[in-house]
T-cell receptor
Framework: DTEVTQTPKHLVMGMTNKKSLKCEQH?????MYWYKQKAKKPPELMFV???????INESVPSRFSPECPNSSLLNLHLHALQPEDSALYLC?????????????FGPGTRLLVL | DQQVKQNSPSLSVQEGRISILNCDYT??????FLWYKKYPAEGPTFLIS?????DKNEDGRFTVFLNKSAKHLSLHIVPSQPGDSAVYFC???????????????FGKGTHLIIQP
C-alpha cells in the first residue's frame, strides 16, 4: 500500500468556522508533511513532523494548527481563515532519517474560504 | 526569491520524440533533486531523483542530468508518450540536519503536452 489518503476532497468554509483536514498513511512512514499550493504556483512547505514531533514550521500563521496524533495520522486544524488561504492543501509522507526519503503525496484537499 | 526555477511554463512535443524539461536552482545547500509528475485532481507522483554528487541518473525512459557548476538540471523523456502529458515539477531538498526530515522546495512546474 503506497497510498496517502486525504479527507475531505473539497471544503468550503466561512471565515468564522473551525474545520479540520485529515491525512492518513499506512506505509510505516515516520515523517509527514503539509504543503499548500495556490493556483499556478508550486507547492509550498508548511509543516514537517518527524517521529510524531513537529520539526519544521515554515512561519505559518497560527490560524493553521497541525497535529500528529499517531504515526499514521496527520491533521490540520483551521480556524478564522482568510479568503487568501483558499488553496489546495497537500499531505505527504516519507521514511525519516538520513539520505533521500522519497515523499508520497495525497490527492489534496481543495479549500475555499468565503 | 525563488530558489528552484522552471522557466518554461509549457512545452509541446510530438509523440515518439524526446522531451527535455529544464530546471535551475540557486541554493548550494540542496543535496538531492527530484522530479514529480502531476495530473489534475491528483497529488504529485515521484518520477526520479539525483544526488548532488552524481551527474546522471537513468530509470527506463527517464534520465535526469545534473550540472552542478551551472546549478542546472534537466529531465529527458524518450520516447515521449501521450500518457506523459502532465505538469512536471522540479524539487530540491536541503541537507538534513540531525537526521530529521526536511521538506522540498518546488519549482513552478512545466506543463508537458505530447501531441500525437
Amino acid at each position: 500500500d503506497t497510498e496517502v489518503t486525504q479527507t475531505p476532497k473539497h471544503l468550503v468554509m466561512g471565515m468564522t468556522n473551525k474545520k479540520s483536514l485529515k491525512c492518513e498513511q499506512h506505509m510505516g512512514h515516520r515523517a509527514m508533511y503539509w504543503y499548500k499550493q495556490k493556483a499556478k504556483k508550486p507547492p509550498e512547505l508548511m509543516f514537517v513532523y518527524s517521529y510524531e514531533k513537529l520539526s519544521i514550521n515554515e512561519s505559518v500563521p497560527s490560524r493553521f494548527s497541525p497535529e500528529c496524533p499517531n504515526s499514521s495520522l496527520l491533521n490540520l486544524h483551521l480556524h478564522a481563515l482568510q479568503p487568501e488561504d483558499s488553496a489546495l492543501y497537500l499531505c505527504a509522507s516519507s521514511q525519516a532519517g538520513q539520505g533521500l526519503r522519497r515523499q508520497y503525496f495525497g490527492p489534496g484537499t481543495r479549500l475555499l474560504v468565503l | 526569491d525563488q530558489q528552484v526555477k522552471q522557466n518554461s511554463p509549457s512545452l509541446s512535443v510530438q509523440e515518439g520524440r524526446i522531451s527535455i524539461l529544464n530546471c535551475d536552482y540557486t541554493n548550494s545547500m540542496f543535496d538531492y533533486f527530484l522530479w514529480y509528475k502531476k495530473y489534475p485532481a491528483e497529488g504529485p507522483t515521484f518520477l526520479i531523483s539525483i544526488s548532488s554528487i552524481k551527474d546522471k541518473n537513468e530509470d527506463g525512459r527517464f534520465t535526469v542530468f545534473l550540472n552542478k557548476s551551472a546549478k542546472h538540471l534537466s529531465l529527458h523523456i524518450v520516447p515521449s508518450q501521450p500518457g506523459d502529458s502532465a505538469v512536471y515539477f522540479c524539487a530540491a531538498r536541503k541537507m538534513a540536519s540531525g537526521g530529521g526530515a526536511d521538506g522540498l522546495t518546488f519549482g513552478k512546474g512545466t506543463h508537458l503536452i505530447i501531441q500525437p
